[in-house]
């Protein structure tokens, strides 16, 4: 018996919470520190790579720099579920914790459960990882009683609306542990950028443009701009992120979640932007950047894009195959990911803006500017996207160079608010389009996310309209999908002009923007 009580006194066992990023899924973790004497070795256990096996360096430098002994004997490190392999440096402050406490050296209430996160330098200073924001968000479901993070990470609490502890170095940490634990609540506070500045008036020679991406940005629908090198179709696709409301908190939330996992930025600014994500890709960019690794369980950029803009220039010199992997995401508006025998899914839901050339020269939508390409060259150039793609593609817009009286209305035309009356409008539309979602009985959407059951009914569409927008499509070989496009559209310019029900005038404009000279299967 007392040969049993001499060896209970001589190991020393505690548990510490945390979680890190599978891709960027957040999952709770338990640390156990175990403490025995004997020759020193340092072990960590539970599937780690090599960021979290160098952490015993970093933690034994830290602990000696803040001023607290490095205990001598056996240090074994559990990191469970041991099953699933870990990544990442926002360990170490958890694994140093739980050393303090078992060595006796920082004495807390065993019963209460204790969430920790952070890298230390070897200095004692705690950084933030990436990723903070959605690991916090699932940390906050779990409950914890305690919650210790860095300073740095004061975003990523705002996100989760969490209240917990904020320190600088590992020294303060152990000495508000050793105090009572008082909180800070930490709530969301957002910046809009400030669009009034933009001036309106350099697409003012290109009317059909301007009205093409509003009636998108009211009602989320995809746009490709077709026109000639010149005409403005890269300052027109950019002009769409302006007009879109902001985001609510709720989106805030997500989208810094999501890119602060995705893209492994660290957080430097006590305020999150609740301006909607513009995505701008160019001609070299590849499948795996578009769509992202399904192996590392990395989204790309339709996932960043997520409740913004997604704009492609000059899509024709995209090499083949790569604005294909675009049409799943843009018709489910998610993006699904396996890995070990786990599915993934990510939000895809963007508006798709894209731009290109008519022709290799690009001068063939002009008369004052000969086209040298031949019809077989410009049909060859034209094929390059798919007409998959096109299908769904909701708004076709001809760009052509501004005339004489477009370049003086550039020139003298004054645009003063008028970024911000297109934007009340779109708010205002947006509001109109949810309530009638919300008054059928389904999640709120735009008219572009509608899925395509019982459109008829939402959408106050007669037999008059639906036989008027069938013998449209019939006469110009639209598909079934460029159907249900053209009467979405026709909503969205309804509730622009303050339309109960959908008007033939509605459908007529509608069809203006689908009836395109580009592509593969033009009509």
Same mark, same amino acid.
Do not use: H
């Given at each position: 018996l007392e040969k049993e009580r001499a060896?209970?006194?001589?190991?020393?066992?505690?548990?510490?919470?945390?979680?890190?990023?599978?891709?960027?899924?957040?999952?709770?973790?338990?640390?156990?520190?175990y403490l025995t004497p004997g020759i020193n070795?340092?072990?960590?256990?539970?599937?780690?790579?090599?960021?979290?096996?160098?952490?015993?360096?970093?933690?034994?430098?830290?602990?000696?720099?803040?001023?607290y002994s490095f205990p001598h004997g056996h240090i074994t490190i559990s990191i469970s579920p041991s099953?699933?392999?870990?990544?990442?440096t926002n360990f170490d402050l958890p694994i140093a914790i739980g050393i303090l406490i078992a060595s006796k050296q920082v004495r807390i209430n065993c019963s209460k459960k204790l969430y920790a996160e952070g890298e230390l330098s070897l200095d004692g200073q705690i950084k933030a990882t990436p990723g903070g924001a959605l @690991?916090?968000?699932c940390a906050k479901k779990e409950n914890y009683d305690f919650y210790y993070l860095p300073s740095d990470q004061k975003p990523s609490c705002k996100c989760a609306s969490l209240s917990c502890s904020l320190n600088e170095t590992l020294l303060d940490c152990i000495e508000s542990m050793k105090r009572k634990?008082?909180?800070?609540?930490?709530?969301?506070?957002?910046?809009?950028?400030?669009?009034?500045?933009?001036?309106?008036?350099?697409?003012k020679g290109q009317p059909k443009a301007l009205r093409t991406l509003f009636i998108s940005a009211c009602g989320w629908h995809n746009v490709l701009l077709v026109g000639s090198p010149g005409c403005g179709k890269t300052m027109a696709g950019r002009l769409i992120k302006l007009l879109l409301p902001p985001l609510s908190n709720d989106e805030v939330c997500e989208i810094f979640a999501l890119n602060n996992a995705i893209?492994?930025?660290?957080?430097?600014?006590?305020?999150?932007?609740?301006? @909607?994500?513009?995505?701008?890709?160019?001609?070299?960019?590849?499948?795996?950047?578009?769509?992202?690794?399904?192996?590392?369980?990395k989204p790309g950029e339709v996932v960043l894009a997520n409740r913004g803009v997604l704009f492609a220039d000059e899509l024709c010199e995209y090499k083949?195959?790569?604005?294909?992997?675009? @049409?799943?995401?843009?018709?489910?508006r998610l993006i699904t990911f396996n890995k070990d025998g786990n599915e993934y899914k990510f939000p895809t839901n963007f508006i798709f803006v894209g731009s290109t050339n008519p022709c290799n020269c690009g001068n063939y939508y002009e008369k004052k500017s000969k086209c040298t390409c031949t019809e077989a060259q410009r049909l060859r150039y034209e094929q390059k996207i798919s007409g998959p793609f096109l299908d769904r593609i909701d708004l076709f817009c001809e760009m052509h160079r501004v005339d004489n009286d477009g370049l003086k209305q550039i020139a003298f035309t004054k645009t003063d608010g008028e970024i911000r009356f297109l934007k009340e409008k779109?708010?205002?539309?947006?509001?109109?389009?949810?309530?009638?979602?919300?008054?059928?009985?389904?999640?709120?959407?735009?008219?572009?996310?509608?899925?395509?059951?019982?459109?008829?009914?939402?959408?106050?569409?007669?037999?008059r309209i639906i036989e008027y927008c069938a013998d449209m499509s019939t006469l110009y070989s639209c598909s079934a999908r460029g159907f249900l496009r053209l009467l979405k559209i026709g909503r969205t310019i309804a509730d622009i002009e303050g339309h109960k029900d959908i008007e033939q005038s509605d459908i007529a404009e509608a069809f203006s923007y689908r009836n395109r000279e580009f592509g593969v299967g033009k009509y």
């Open positions: 060896m209970s006194t001589k190991y020393s066992i505690t548990t510490v919470f945390s979680s890190f990023m599978y891709g960027i899924v957040a999952i709770p973790v338990q640390i156990e520190v070795t340092f072990d960590i256990l539970g599937l780690c790579d090599s960021s979290i096996m160098e952490s015993r360096g970093r933690i034994r430098a830290a602990l000696v720099a803040s001023g099953y699933i392999k870990k990544a990442g @690991r916090l968000s634990y008082c909180p800070i609540k930490y709530s969301l506070d957002t910046v809009e950028e400030d669009d009034e500045n933009y001036d309106v008036s350099i697409i893209s492994r930025t660290l957080e430097s600014e006590d305020s999150i932007s609740a301006s @909607r994500p513009f995505r701008y890709v160019i001609q070299d960019t590849t499948t795996s950047i578009l769509i992202g690794s399904n192996s590392k369980l083949k195959g790569v604005i294909d992997c675009l @049409r799943q995401p843009m018709e489910d779109v708010a205002q539309c947006w509001l109109v389009q949810k309530e009638r979602a919300r008054q059928a009985g389904i999640e709120e959407c735009l008219n572009g996310q509608m899925v395509e059951e019982n459109l008829v009914e939402i959408f106050r569409a007669d037999k």
